[in-house]
């Protein structure tokens, strides 16, 4: 029941309805912001953003470390269920916030972009002590590359905004094959390129690498992925938080 308490978990569905678990907080105490998340690069579109609101105790990722199975997991897979259970665990975590499932953001240009957008805006709540922002989201054309925010001090006051690129990150935790049969199958049809391999949703161990957050090397052509069509630039995306409650 302290669970409940502390913190809503809501999911942003594919309609723009807002399914929430939530137990309001005392009067005056909880903050309300909007985090837009822009995508602002080209190559590579991202699986739905998961972000959260929590103390200056923790955070999802640090650069030169070991990446959590959670963050792991999104880089490699998609998969945002393990940092979601980490971050319910967490009690210097106040609420997060993920973008519905379909609805990855996609580059300006790209073969999806008439049908999918390349920016999502999300309502999230941050308790007393809870003045840090983080968020995650895979680079699906990848074999573990990942872009985000980790602590970023929230704007103060109502109307307050600010916003802050973000950079590519690889997880360290899988070797960058850029082979098809190991990456995500979104990434095929999200960029119109296809080898006929199905993909994975699955982690290979055979492919396990063991090493740090690092900045991405970006693609070497050296199998499917190609850097005319799947390369980037950073910054990844654009990032704007105002407090609006």
């Not at 259970?85 to 972009?113: C, I, Q, R, T």
């Not at 699906?140 to 905004?161: H, M, Y």
């Not at 360290?172 to 979104?186: H, K, L, R």
């Not at 690092?214 to 990032?239: E, F, M, N, Q, S």
């Amino acid at each position: 029941m302290q669970k409940l308490l502390r913190r809503s978990v809501a999911i942003a569905a594919t309609a723009g309805l807002t399914l929430a678990l939530a137990v309001p907080a005392a009067a005056g105490s909880t903050r309300t912001y909007e985090v837009s998340i822009q995508l602002v690069t080209g190559g590579q579109p991202l699986t739905p953003p998961l972000i959260a609101t929590h103390s200056g105790g923790t955070g999802i990722f640090s650069v030169g470390q070991p990446a959590s199975f959670g963050v792991k997991e999104i880089a490699e897979n998609g998969n945002l269920g393990p940092l979601i259970a980490a971050l319910e665990a967490d009690p210097k975590v106040s609420h997060f916030v993920a973008a519905g499932a379909p609805k990855p953001l996609v580059p300006a240009g790209s073969p999806m972009s008439g049908t999918l957008s390349d920016e999502v805006t999300l309502t999230i709540d941050a308790d007393p002590g809870a003045r840090f922002l983080s968020y995650a989201s895979m680079l699906i054309c990848t074999n573990d590359g990942f872009t985000g925010i980790d602590r970023l001090r929230l704007p103060n006051q109502v109307g307050d905004s600010l916003s802050v690129a973000t950079a590519s990150y690889d997880a360290g935790t899988e070797v960058n094959t850029e082979d098809f049969a190991d990456i995500v199958p979104p990434c095929q049809p999200l960029m119109g390129v296809s080898s006929g391999e199905p993909g994975t949703g699955m982690s290979d161990p055979a492919l396990a690498e063991g090493g740090v957050i690092h900045h991405h090397p970006g693609i070497a052509g050296r199998a499917d992925l190609l850097p005319a069509v799947h390369g980037w630039t950073d910054p990844v995306t654009l990032v704007t938080i105002t407090r609006v409650g």
